[in-house]
């Protein structure tokens, strides 16, 4: 049984967002944003981490996957 839910296009699309996040974060915490910067920072890391173990807890909650179906 594999704990996989998350498909190679969408980890892809996590790990861009994830890199996004954390860069835009960065760049926000150095003017007067720090709030949404911290914010930003945690949210890329959330989606990065979901993107390299191709594993997402809120599919899992809704039964939704994204990996192909053996059949």
Known sequence: MSFSNVGTFDRI???????????????ANL???????????GAGIIFALTGVVSFCPIY????????????
């Not at 699309?13 to 760049?27: D, E, K």
């Not at 909650?61 to 053996?70: A, K, N, S």
Request: charged share 15%; net charge negative.
């Open 13 to 27: 699309i996590r790990l861009l967002a994830g890199i996004a996040l954390v860069a835009y974060g960065m760049l």
């Open 31 to 41: 003017g007067d944003a720090e709030i949404y910067g911290t914010i930003a920072i």
């Open 60 to 71: 899992r909650l809704f039964g939704w996957h994204t990996t192909p179906t053996e059949e």
